[in-house]
């Protein structure tokens, strides 16, 4: 059984239209993180959430936004995706901060 | 930055050949971990090793987590075609940047049957 769900598995968005991909856990996990891949490059962390508290990343572009309703949704909002935008996008979980993360099958974004 | 150098880039064997790939890192970690991303999917996770000098299995997989906890090496032996894909490392030391897992930049399998 899926453990880290995200919806879309593919998305597709205009240059400057907002997009949001979705990410649910069953694991009851306390973190969740977001990941930007690009291809034939590592995953990046974006942002992460420890329980409601946001946790950015120095580089991470103001154009990326997160929100956390609740333990189980992570969201992940491109305010005016960019060409340089368009990459894999990649949510984990964790048990608490030292734990191994756990990652989801991921968001393929496509910016026309 | 902690920065991770993993190797071999890539490779390409043949059906039933063993396989070894490392990783090191200029600073010392607390974790390391192993795992395997096949085309349009997210990485699954291989091997978690937690202490220095641990020798982990999985299967045909072997981990283990250098004395140094500087490096770490991935095994895999008598290699079939669904070994194909893209492994990472990754370690953390849970240090200044809370969540923080630095990645090497993969390596990819290629095997031929």
């Known amino acids: 059984d899926a453990m880290v769900i995200q919806n879309p598995r593919y998305q597709v968005t205009q240059f400057g239209k907002p997009v949001t991909l979705s990410c649910s856990q069953t694991?009851?996990?306390?973190?969740m993180y977001w990941y930007q891949q690009k291809s034939s490059q590592a995953p990046k962390l974006l942002f992460h959430?420890?329980?409601?508290?946001?946790?950015n990343e120095a580089d991470t572009p103001d154009n990326f936004q997160s929100r956390r309703p609740n333990t189980s949704f992570c969201f992940l909002d491109i305010r005016s995706p960019g060409l340089g935008d368009a990459a894999m996008y990649l949510c984990?979980?964790?048990?608490?901060?030292?734990?191994?993360?756990?990652f989801g099958p991921g968001t393929r974004l496509t910016v026309l | 930055g902690q920065q991770l150098n993993q190797s071999p880039q890539s490779m390409f064997i043949q059906e039933g050949e063993d396989v070894s790939m490392n990783c090191t890192s200029s600073?010392?970690?607390?974790?390391w971990l192993w795992y395997k991303q096949d085309p349009g999917e997210g990485p699954v996770l291989l091997i978690a090793?937690?202490?220095?000098?641990e020798l982990t299995s999985n299967g045909r997989l072997t981990a283990q987590f250098g004395i140094t906890r500087k490096d770490s090496f991935l095994n895999i032996s008598a290699s079939i075609p669904s070994d194909v894909g893209i492994y990472f490392c990754?370690?953390?030391?849970?240090?200044?940047?809370?969540?923080?897992?630095?990645f090497g930049k993969g390596t990819k399998l290629s095997v031929k049957p």
């Open positions: 984990a979980t964790s048990r608490d901060i030292t734990d191994t993360q756990y």
């Open positions: 694991l009851n996990h306390n973190v």
């Open positions: 959430y420890y329980d409601k508290d946001f946790n």
């Open positions: 600073s010392i970690f607390n974790t």
């Open positions: 090793l937690y202490k220095a000098g």
């Open positions: 990754a370690g953390s030391d849970y240090g200044g940047s809370q969540g923080n897992l630095i």
